[in-house]
């Protein structure tokens, strides 16, 4: 594996007496697309809100390419290049898809308030390179004709493909997907399964992804890791994970874990 982009040790949170996540370690290469499995309730979305500040650790680190980020709050960790995307989709869906990509861009604009209000040329020449940046993401994603609709006029598949954009948008290290292909019907799948790669490939970009269909984890992760009830139980290929014991116990409640 290449130098690290993401690196988690001994990563642990406490809800009063009970342990959520314990003792997770985690470590993720440039470009690398890994895997984050496990039943229901076994902890991989609490493990994604630690990674993104909306919890903070009761013990363990995080560093992003060396940096530690601990005590940072969501806002810092996006613009230290650490997106996610949500189990539940959270567009503006009164905005445009232009402008729900545009939105993201709003951490790297240099014009002032005042130059905000007054319109001035700064302002527009500034608007208007967001405006081409997320007109090139949409036309990776293959959204450039969806550009000028409402958000929440989107065919299901296409708003979980927005809220990628979105994220890309921030200008991330590391992509966080959360559950992507939830509610998708298998060609929404497909297409989502070519997008993640070419993501990947274009843009060099890491990804960390949380994911129920089995067929889209195997076909696209290089590595998973399986947690049950806060704990990692298992980590490895594909192939190897498809046949260990205690993932197979872990998700089909047999005596061999």
């Known amino acids: 594996m290449t130098e ?3 690196k988690v040790e001994h990563l642990g949170i406490a809800f009063g007496g009970l342990k959520a996540v314990e003792d997770f370690h985690l470590e993720i290469g440039k470009s690398e697309l890994v895997g984050l499995i496990g039943p229901n309730g076994a902890g ?3 493990i994604f809100n630690l990674l993104t500040g909306v919890y903070q650790p009761t013990e363990g680190a995080i560093y992003l390419d060396g940096v530690p980020m601990v005590g940072k709050k969501p806002h810092q960790m996006v613009a230290a290049g650490i997106a996610r995307t949500f189990q539940n989709i959270r567009l503006f869906k009164e905005l445009t898809v232009l402008e729900n990509v545009m939105v993201s861009f709003n951490h ?7 130059s905000g209000i007054l319109r001035t040329k700064n302002y527009w020449k500034e608007e208007a390179a967001a405006q081409r940046r997320a007109l090139d993401l949409l036309r990776v994603m ?3 004709d969806y550009a000028d ?3 929440a006029n989107l065919p299901y598949g296409q708003q979980r493909k927005l809220e990628i954009a979105r994220a890309l948008a921030t200008g ?6 959360d559950e992507p292909a939830a509610g ?8 989502l399964m070519d997008a993640i790669q070419t993501i990947r490939e274009k843009f060099q970009i890491s990804v960390l992804l949380i994911e129920h269909d089995m067929s889209l984890v195997m076909s696209v992760c290089e590595r998973i890791v399986v947690i049950d009830y806060g704990h990692i139980i298992a980590t490895g290929t594909p192939f190897e994970i498809a046949n260990n014991p205690k993932v197979i116990g872990a998700y089909l409640g047999t005596d061999d874990q």
Do not use: C, D, F, G
Not at 108 to 114: E, H
Not at 172 to 177: S, T, Y
Not at 184 to 191: A, D, F, K, S, V
């Open 142 to 144: 293959h959204m450039e």
């Open 44 to 46: 991989k979305t609490t």
């Open 108 to 114: 790297t604009m240099k014009y002032s308030i005042l």
């Open 4 to 6: 690290s982009v993401l």
């Open 149 to 151: 609709q409402v958000a």
């Open 172 to 177: 991330a290290k590391i992509l966080l997907l």
């Open 184 to 191: 998708m019907n298998p060609t929404e799948t497909t297409q």
